[in-house]
């Protein structure tokens, strides 16, 4: 049975750990906003909403009617508010899409996403650990989130350096020996 846990646990770390690999790449582009050049934001900017696109697709589409179908009552009020922040940051990069860079507005506009995205990225990151302990059906929702995603983005899925294969149980086989081989954790 302990090895049954371990299995649920992998595959729902899977996922939470490309969510937080987007996160950390979200992060590193706002930071590149915010120390360069004004001719250099609007393509930092689409990389950013390119990112945020697939991801946001992601989580409405799949990881998050599945996770609220396994969460505890208790935790709802949190994915509400989840959801809720995913749906202005989802608001703001269509405003942006359809922004000219040289409008006086968008500065301000990719201000407001950075505060929007970091705000969700929090309070998401107190939702992760409550949808890990889920019983849900993880190698369904890890081989969907990975063809979604390939499908949406037009090319293969990495994570930690690794091909992500959509197979979710040699996704995560891999996965495991990447992170096996990380001193620290």
């Avoid at 582009?29 to 360069?36: C, I, V």
């Avoid at 250099?40 to 799949?62: D, F, G, Q, S």
Wanted: hydrophobic share 40%; proline share 3%.
């Amino acid at each position: 049975m302990a090895n049954q846990a371990q299995t649920i646990e992998a595959r729902a770390t899977f996922i939470t750990l490309m969510l937080r690999e987007d996160h950390r790449n979200l992060r590193q582009l706002f930071e590149q906003f915010d120390n360069t050049t004004m001719t250099k934001k609007p393509e930092i900017v689409r990389e950013a909403l390119a990112v945020l696109e697939v991801h946001t697709r992601l989580k409405e589409e799949l990881i998050y009617p599945a996770w609220r179908e396994h969460v505890h009552e208790q935790s709802l009020d949190l994915m509400d508010e989840v959801r809720e922040t995913l749906h202005i940051v989802h608001a703001l990069v269509n405003a942006l899409k359809n922004m000219d860079p040289e409008d006086k507005r968008y500065e301000s506009m990719c201000t407001a996403l950075r505060d929007q995205v970091t705000h969700h990225i929090n309070e998401e990151g107190k939702m992760f650990p409550l949808a890990e302990q889920t019983d849900l059906d993880w190698e369904r929702l890890t081989t969907h989130v990975v063809q979604r995603r390939q499908s949406l983005e037009q090319k293969p899925l990495w994570l930690l350096g690794v091909p992500v294969i959509v197979n979710a149980r040699e996704t995560v086989r891999a996965t495991r020996a990447v992170l096996s081989g990380r001193s620290g954790g």
